[in-house]
């Protein structure tokens, strides 16, 4: 985060880093005219040992890292902050082949966002997927990955182990998943609906801004109606 905010302070063009002794990093503008250089204290590179221990293996899947962004947006409003809530502090990715879903709740409230695989054409012929695998990032971690996944690219997601492994373009990173169990969120929602309503999305936003004005401050309900 203190490295990110740094560069962010640094005049337009490129940077040069580079290691110094006792763990420091010196970061130095290449601008024109530009003077600005840093020093950071680091640590050392046993501290995050991550490559040493995230296994090989596990099924790459490949879709649009836009599209993965899209569905962590869509979940992440309803993801419990209360770090005591371990087992619903986290963003759910369940993969049951050929879907992706990002599942998160509160308590109170549950979110659910899918789409189905971008390109089963990876699989070799003759191969299978796994029917389904799952696991949960912590909330933290979830939120920085969004952040990363730009339009135009694509992600290849694997799990291995503990990790979940994402690469999108240069960047990769490797999430530890927690170590929890999720609610059986698949069991909540109902399989078939008797009845489907469908509003313009303004149309029911404005009706729930004008609801929720006169709502308690605390529990900051509305009643829905059909």
Not at 4 to 13: A, L, R, W
Request: with cysteine; proline share 7%; aromatic share 6%.
């Amino acid at each position: 985060g203190s490295l990110q905010k740094i560069v962010s302070t640094f005049p337009s063009g490129g940077i040069v880093l580079r290691k110094l002794d006792g763990n420091y990093l010196e970061l130095k503008s290449t601008a024109p005219k530009s003077k600005v250089t840093v020093k950071i204290q680091g640590f050392p590179a046993a501290s995050f040992a991550l490559r040493d221990v995230v296994p090989d293996g596990g099924e790459v899947v490949r879709f649009p890292a836009a599209h993965l962004r899209r569905l962590l947006d869509a979940a992440m409003y309803a993801v419990c902050a209360e770090e005591t809530r371990v087992n619903i502090c986290c963003v759910h990715i369940d993969r049951s082949n050929p879907v992706v879903s990002v599942v998160t709740t509160d308590g109170h409230r549950m979110a659910h966002a899918s789409m189905p695989l971008a390109f089963p054409e990876l699989l070799k012929s003759g191969e299978t997927m796994p029917q389904r695998e799952t696991i949960n990032l912590p909330r933290r971690s979830a939120a920085i990955l969004a952040s990363h996944l730009t339009e135009g690219a694509d992600c290849d997601m694997r799990v291995a182990g503990k990790f979940a492994v994402f690469q999108v373009g240069p960047m990769r990173a490797v999430v530890k998943a927690a170590d929890v169990v999720f609610p059986p969120w698949s069991t909540i929602f109902p399989v078939e609906h008797k009845h489907t309503c469908r509003i313009p999305r303004r149309e029911l936003q404005a009706m729930v801004d004008r609801a929720l004005a006169m709502a308690e401050s605390r529990s900051h309900m509305a009643k829905f109606t059909f």
